[in-house]
T-cell receptor
Framework: DAGVIQSPRHEVTEMGQEVTLRCKPI?????LFWYRQTMMRGLELLIY????????DSGMPEDRFSAKMPNASFSTLKIQPSEPRDSAVYFC???????????FGPGTRLTVT | KQEVTQIPAALSVPEGENLVLNCSFT??????LQWFRQDPGKGLTSLLL?????REQTSGRLNASLDKSSGRSTLYIAASQPGDSATYLC?????????????FGKGTHLIIQP
């Protein structure tokens, strides 16, 4: 079990650029979550998928953010255009059933200058 | 809006002390509650998960309790060690249909002095 895999681990970009974060969930898990962590707001749920279908995207801050899950083994979170206030650590997590809780990836640290 | 609050925000104690971290939540309709550990620059490691029907869970020197009626959970760390230094996060999964995302507290930053 390789765990949840996220790439890149670090991303530095300029304001206005498009940013794509990637996630590979644990094989067999059917729910995938994207969270954002900042000093001010802590960890917040952005969106989650169940069986590749977006269930709740109410945490996505603006239309600049979009997420896709084209298949059970891959998801992307895209920010276009990026802004300095998007700087944060973005975590992906996956789970099989509610009872056992999600497993988190190592996160992607995004810095927008 | 469901909220999770952790007190204290930071704690520094000498090695060997027993300590308690606190977590409170506003809505008692929870499915389960989880305690995580986060080391600087790292991801989240699950420590203990308590189902809504349970009162406590134990793992080694860690014990987590849950009191749904009062909206509280505690994480007890026995005989603390410098390696326990980290941020501890409390997260609640609510029972609402389709609401599968965790609501997190902002964490307690713990330093164990050698």
């Amino acid at each position: 079990d390789a765990g949840v895999i996220q790439s890149p681990r670090h991303e530095v970009t300029e304001m206005g650029q498009e940013v794509t974060l990637r996630c590979k969930p644990i094989s067999g898990h059917n729910s995938l979550f994207w969270y954002r962590q900042t000093m001010m707001r802590g960890l917040e749920l952005l969106i989650y998928f169940n069986n590749n279908v977006p269930i709740d995207d109410s945490g996505m801050p603006e239309d600049r953010f979009s997420a896709k899950m084209p298949n059970a083994s891959f998801s992307t979170l895209k920010i276009q255009p990026s802004e300095p206030r998007d700087s944060a650590v973005y975590f992906c997590a996956s789970s099989l059933v509610r009872q056992t809780g999600p497993k988190f990836g190592p996160g992607t640290r995004l810095t927008v200058t | 809006k469901q909220e999770v609050t952790q007190i204290p925000a930071a704690l520094s104690v000498p090695e060997g002390e027993n300590l308690v971290l606190n977590c409170s939540f506003t809505d008692s309709a929870i499915y389960n509650l989880q305690w995580f550990r986060q080391d600087p620059g790292k991801g989240l490691t699950s420590l203990l998960l308590i189902q809504s029907s349970q009162r406590e869970q134990t793992s080694g020197r860690l014990n987590a309790s849950l009191d749904k009626s009062s909206g509280r959970s505690t994480l007890y760390i026995a005989a603390s060690q410098p390696g326990d230094s980290a941020t501890y996060l409390c997260a609640v999964l609510y029972s609402g249909g389709g609401a599968d995302g965790l609501t997190f507290g902002k964490g307690t930053h713990l330093i164990i002095q050698p």
